[in-house]
């Protein structure tokens, strides 16, 4: 018998389902993959070094950029920890607010996550779909934030400002004409509260569409069913956190377990796996979105009914309003200190995490009382999970390591910091 | 949350006594310093006493002490957060390296597998040697980088930067051309400080 050796393939950095700048070295023995070893950094730009020489505040829009697919929530998990360094009490309306953003970039991950995870395994259709939707949700990010992606909206102490009264709408162009504009705009005449309350009502029906795409779609389980298959114990061992623990079967989410903000008011369930492969981890993300739906359903109802402050009037924390600001010596010498010099977080450790939509998500801040971290780490759920890629993928086929980085919903901003 | 806390510093004396520093509880965490002789032994019974029972470390960092405003002890850190999904608790483990010069911790990925790319991290960015590692290389910064980068004494704008050399038609390393700038100073206020009273 020929004596085959077994040959080494580079997967990636540029490659379309490599998810970003992943490169893969792939030690293959024929078709089959031995060892996998990722190689990463290609991303990286050294957030927790830059933010040792920024103040609080110029660090946050740092951590728009790590997970550029679900950007809101990790600035929460580091206004989090900032918070409990300083001891300032968030008001409860921003908490509030803080859930709903955080469930809807929850959406917004697990559209793009099951978008593209079924476009690298050659189902093209899906990710149309789900960006069509993703397109509302970025509306609403638009109208609240200003900008569509790095919203840099989160606060310590609060949310910079409350939500609007209106959308923007369409105009009429050469493009669109007047009844185009009339159907567009029909959901957009009221608040950013009542935009959104349509998109949850639309929404389970979407689902439902991805459902009668994918999941009793004979390919797609062909390409999903059985692989990157891991057991509970082994997910424990290699630390993994979110869809990739309750695939397996592990009944763990943080919002239930350790509550932050007001999740412990808000009525959802958890979904989790079986048989810890590609296929469970789909279906727990489809039910996520649901869920995410019905907690988005919850604050709109508390919102309308509830007005109030959206942030903390400490202003050695946060800025006092423009009004106050320029009527009073008091007020405008908090404004320039906060702005220039920064707030000073009092000397203390604390690690933040939150239930990111791929799982846990954490800031450990240390400070020595000055008004830069001394030290900021960040831990994003994306790092264990490529780490475990090589457990993953080993006994299978090459085209199996595509469907393996498309379930552990791979972003490298978020692994490369 | 805070008698559940109380409850872990309790049971973390009554298992370790004098092998481990004193569980400090701050900020909503539990802290604890494990002297460095004993990091292994106290790490393996973490995960596997039925009353602690850390199945998972979610994080570990490295640190460097060295321009800590007051502090005077050993500048390298490994610090790791445990989590209990058991108990649903979690705690911060810190452990320093003897010698500053050549930091060495021993390695924890035999008790937890997640560690090997986080011990890889610390390595890379503050050339904490992690003693067992069966693959300490680098794993974020560039093929043959030099240096620590998230040391303190490692300026944020480094040493070299990369550009396209057309002569050489590669990409080439070369001294960087810009100056490190401070827009905003670091300031370490006294206590009580726009407080009011006493300062007049």
């Given at each position: 018998m020929a004596d085959v050796k077994n040959y080494t393939i580079n997967f990636?950095?540029?490659?379309?389902?490599?998810?970003?700048?992943l490169r893969l070295v792939l030690e293959l023995d024929g078709e089959v993959i031995v060892r996998a070893d990722p190689h990463i950094g290609?991303?990286?730009?050294?957030t927790e070094k830059l933010a040792e020489s920024r103040t609080w505040l110029q660090?946050?829009?740092?951590?728009?950029?790590?997970?550029?697919?679900?950007?809101i929530p990790s600035e929460h998990a580091y206004c989090l920890a900032v918070e409990r360094l300083l001891g300032v009490e968030v008001p409860i309306r921003a908490q509030y607010i803080r859930v709903m953003i955080d469930e809807m970039s929850r959406i917004l991950n697990h559209l793009l996550s099951i978008g593209t995870h079924a476009l690298d395994i050659g189902a093209m259709t899906m990710v149309l779909y789900t960006f069509r939707e993703r397109e509302d949700i970025f509306d609403v990010l638009e109208a609240l934030?200003?900008?569509?992606?790095?919203?840099?909206?989160?606060?310590?102490?609060?949310?910079?400002r409350d939500l609007p009264d209106q959308m923007p709408k369409y105009k009429e162009n050469k493009f669109k004409n007047a009844q185009t504009v009339k159907e567009l705009n029909e959901a957009r005449s009221g608040s950013l509260l009542d935009f959104l309350e349509d998109f949850t009502n639309r929404f389970p029906v979407y689902q439902s569409e991805y459902h009668t795409l994918l999941t009793d779609n004979r390919i797609w389980k062909q390409r999903?069913?059985?692989?990157?298959v891991i057991s509970p114990e082994r997910a424990l061992q290699k630390g993994f956190s979110g869809p990739m623990l309750r695939g397996s079967g592990?009944?763990?989410d943080l919002r239930k377990?350790?509550?932050?903000?007001?999740y412990d008011r808000m009525d959802f369930d958890i979904p989790v796996g079986v048989n810890g492969d590609c296929y469970d981890r789909y279906l727990v993300r489809m039910e996520e979105m649901l869920q995410a739906n019905r907690i988005i359903k919850q604050c709109i109802e508390w919102l309308r009914q509830n007005p109030g402050p959206?942030?903390?009037?400490d202003h050695k924390v946060a800025p006092p309003s423009r009004e106050k600001m320029k009527g009073s010596m008091e007020e405008l010498i908090h404004h320039f200190k906060l702005f220039s010099e920064g707030m000073h977080v009092p000397a203390g450790e604390a690690y933040a995490a939150i239930e990111h939509p791929k799982g846990e998500m954490a800031v450990w801040a240390v400070s020595?009382?000055?008004?830069?971290?001394?030290r900021m780490r960040l831990h994003t759920a994306g790092i264990p999970h490529l780490a475990g890629v090589d457990e993953l993928v080993?006994?299978?086929?090459?085209?199996d390591a595509t469907a393996v980085i498309g379930t552990i919903d791979l972003v490298l901003g978020d692994v490369d910091r | 949350m805070s008698a559940k806390l109380e409850r872990l510093c309790r049971q973390l004396k009554e298992s370790f006594g004098e092998r481990i520093g004193e569980p400090v509880l701050a900020f909503g965490q539990v802290t604890v310093v494990l002297p460095a002789e004993n990091y292994l032994d106290v790490a393996r019974q973490l995960r596997d006493d039925p009353a602690l029972?850390?199945?998972?470390?979610m994080d570990l960092g490295g640190i460097d002490?060295?321009?800590?405003?007051g502090y005077q002890g050993k500048r390298y850190a490994a610090v790791s957060q445990l989590l209990s999904i058991t108990h649903n608790w979690r705690l911060t483990v810190k452990v320093f390296a003897e010698d500053d010069e050549f930091p060495v911790v021993a390695s924890v990925m035999d008790i937890w597998n997640s560690a090997n790319w986080y011990e890889r991290e610390a390595f890379d960015l503050f050339g904490i040697h992690f003693e067992g590692h069966v693959d300490l290389r680098r794993i974020?910064?560039?093929?043959g980088f030099v240096g620590h980068?998230?040391?303190?004494?490692?300026?944020?704008?480094?040493?070299v930067e990369m550009r396209y050399d057309p002569e050489q038609k590669r990409v080439i390393y070369q001294p960087i051309t810009i100056e490190p700038r401070e827009v905003t100073p670091r300031i370490v206020r006294e206590e009580g400080y726009g407080k009011g009273g006493g300062r007049g």
């Open positions: 990636g950095p540029q490659h379309p389902a490599a998810h970003g700048v290609l991303l990286h730009r050294g660090t946050l829009p740092f951590l728009d950029r790590l997970d550029y697919t679900s950007m934030t200003g900008i569509r992606m790095h919203g840099a909206y989160y606060r310590p102490g609060g949310v910079y999903t069913v059985g692989i990157g592990i009944e763990w377990k350790q509550p932050y903000e007001v959206v942030i903390t009037d020595d009382g000055a008004n830069k971290p001394y080993r006994g299978h086929m090459l085209a | 029972r850390f199945e998972q470390l002490y060295s321009e800590f405003t974020l910064t560039d093929y980068p998230y040391r303190k004494d490692f300026p944020v704008s480094g040493y």
